[in-house]
């Protein structure tokens, strides 16, 4: 809770129009108040850190100036809207944040009328921000639209695609570019401050414009002013500002500026937020601005768990009865390692998530091997691709949520060429806090329909490996996929990669009557399933399928035949993805028997922890139990 004592200002802002009833003499200390709550509070219960702690200012400046509700914000991705949750009615939530029925961690349209657009991956902001203002404009309204944007974004093709279209609608609207990653030194931000101020202010503007009439009255002599002052105007910004770019894209280019100014902030955007067309303003910040331990480690704390507030070190834990498992980007990043060691053909491909997927750990043998192509998910597919052609084995390490915007990529440019390239889906499944942005529970579905496409799931890490070594070795006559899940493995005994035979799987227990036929991490719970149904003295069969294509038609062959009930069980969309191809091959061969498909249903799950979505949904070993115990009266 915000009490006056602690807080004195922020206590008395529950909405941003209690925010603008202020002074602008006191945005200085309600924005220390800003970052102080979200320090106190996010250093408690975890959560996406340094990215908010930079735009304290430029939250608290956005929302003083502009009429918000009624005015449009939108902020790309998220990561950067825990501020604009404490000003915008949620402060006093803010320590529920991705828990279970709390906040969510990004923007949420159900969660607040001043979320305009939800996002949990970014780059969308700016083609949103031009889909509000065209609406705007086709209904007549006159409300203003602001994009804030990242730096990291900016890599994102769908970014220039929409600034491309914003340049020729030529519609009224804001971007601001929150850049986080340059180093300017502050003389250059006095030196940019005072250039865009003059070229922003509304005299500054008519100044330039009246000069421009002026000079073209005077014909011959007027076309060679107006030729020179164009030149002068933009040699000016090329030289002071990186904007060339910006406004050769159709936008006006104001900045940079200091973004932790929070004074200089409001007068920029009181000064561009009636501007004619698209207009960019480029503000400098610092991730984990105003927090010591933020400041220095940006990459750990992005996104906290609970820490010790001083320090910003997670606590010690007691020490663990047995060592606990390495997480399944560990044992990928390592895998690769061994592999790319020996082979100089392999190259690992991210998404600017190299700590994300493991491949960090690739990278500090073999950098040569790593290629970073920032946030652009479709280049890295296409370009992975192009790798191929030649005789190269790329492995792109992508999250399944956002592969999911490379879906053509893969048609079009992989599996339609036939060409070798090597899929290692991270975070599949229920990936936890999160929530419905980055669950990865498409993957089976959109991944399965796509021609010649071959789609896995390893039951444990030695799985994963052996996946993996199979997909660069064997598996070679066109594009594989491997999707494992957030978290750590079972702790098993690693060993040597073996080569899996293609479309094989495996029985783990044979029991008789009711099969449960389990896909990727669905296998362990099936297999704790069965003990606690030996338990009620029920026997089971578990089968470990691991190919959702192609499948193992002997061993379903097999099944169907010793079997009166076949339960599927999956971490994804029931519709389309690995029940749906085995109850395809169950209607071709005629099963007589029951098919029970379990997996989620037809709707966005929400965040919670995955113990407690996976028991929610009855994909734990209790629920697999209990409806298996219900299909097996009578047998």
């Keep these: 809770m915000s009490t ?31 970052r102080e709550f979200m320090v106190d509070t996010i250093t408690k219960v975890g959560g996406h850190f340094g990215a908010g702690l930079g735009v304290v200012e430029l939250t608290v400046a956005l929302h003083y100036v502009f009429n918000t509700p009624h005015d449009k914000i939108i902020i790309d991705t998220g990561h950067q809207g825990y501020p604009h949750k404490i000003l915008t009615g949620r402060k006093d939530q803010l320590h529920t944040i991705r828990q279970k029925e709390g906040l969510s961690g990004f923007l949420k349209r159900t969660e607040s009328e001043y979320d305009v657009f939800g996002a949990g991956h970014a780059s969308t902001s700016i083609s949103a921000a031009l889909g509000l203002a065209t609406a705007r404009d086709l209904t007549g309204d006159d409300y203003r639209v602001a994009a804030v944007i990242g730096d990291g974004a900016m890599t994102g093709g769908l970014v220039y695609e929409a600034m491309n279209n914003c340049g020729v609608q030529n519609r009224d609207l804001l971007v601001i570019l ?43 002599v007027g076309d060679r ?11 000016l910004k090329a030289l002071l500002t990186p904007g060339m770019l910006f406004e050769a894209l159709g936008f006006n280019y104001f900045g940079p500026i200091n973004g932790h100014n929070v004074n200089n902030l409001v007068t ?67 895998a690769m390692t061994e592999i790319c060691a020996k082979d100089k053909r392999i190259v690992g491909i991210t998404a600017a998530m190299p700590d994300g997927t493991g491949l960090d750990i690739l990278a500090a043998s073999f950098p040569e091997q790593v290629i970073d192509v920032g946030i652009a998910e479709s280049h890295a597919v296409t370009f992975a691709a192009g790798l191929a052609c030649e005789g190269i084995v790329p492995v792109c390490a992508i999250y399944s949520s956002f592969l999911q915007r490379a879906f053509d990529n893969i048609v079009h440019d992989c599996a339609l060429q036939h060409l070798h390239v090597v899929f290692a889906l991270d975070r599949s499944g229920l990936v936890g806090a999160d929530g419905p942005t980055h669950h990865g529970v498409l993957d089976l579905g959109y991944l399965r329909l796509i021609q010649g496409m071959i789609v896995m799931a390893p039951k444990d890490e030695q799985e994963l490996r052996d996946m993996l070594h199979s997909a660069i070795y064997s598996y070679t006559s066109g594009p594989s996929a491997i999707r494992y899940p957030r978290g750590n493995g079972l702790g098993i005994q690693l060993r040597e990669p073996q080569n899996i035979p293609l479309g094989k799987g495996e029985i783990l227990k044979q029991g008789k009557h009711i099969a449960l036929v389990g896909i990727g991490k669905m296998v362990n719970e099936c297999m704790k399933a069965a003990d606690l149904l030996k338990e009620q003295h029920f026997d089971v069969t578990v089968v470990n399928a691991r190919f959702v294509k192609p499948l193992d038609e002997s061993l379903f062959k097999q099944l169907f035949q010793d079997h009166d009930v076949i339960i599927t069980v999956e971490d994804g969309q029931i519709q389309g993805g690995f029940g749906s191809a085995v109850s395809e091959f169950a209607i071709n061969q005629g099963f007589k028997g029951e098919l029970i498909v379990h997996g989620i249903a037809d709707e966005f799950v929400d965040h919670g922890t995955q113990e407690e979505l996976l028991a929610d949904l009855g994909l734990d070993a209790h629920g697999i139990a209990s409806l298996t115990s219900s299909r097996h009266s009578g047998n």
């Design 178 to 220: 929150n850049d986080n990653n340059m180093s300017i030194a502050p003389n250059v931000w006095a030196l940019s401050n005072y250039f865009s101020q003059i070229f922003s202010s509304p005299t500054g503007t008519k100044l330039r414009s009246h000069m421009w009439d002026i000079a073209g009255r005077i014909d011959t």
């Design 225 to 235: 002013i107006r030729k020179v002052a164009h030149q002068v105007d933009n040699g």
């Design 268 to 334: 920029m955007l009181r000064n561009l937020k009636d501007a004619k067309g698209p207009t960019l303003l480029h503000v400098i910040t610092q991730k984990g601005k105003g927090y010591a331990p933020a400041e220095q480690d940006k990459q750990f704390l992005h996104a906290i768990g609970k820490v010790d507030k001083i320090t910003g070190k997670s606590f010690p834990s007691a020490a663990p009865s047995k060592p606990t498992p390495p997480s399944y980007q560990k044992v990928f990043g390592e």
């Design 4 to 34: 006056p004592s602690e807080y004195p200002y922020l206590s008395q802002i529950n909405l941003p129009e209690d925010l603008r009833s202020l002074p602008e003499s006191a945005l200085r200390d309600v924005s220390n108040e800003v």
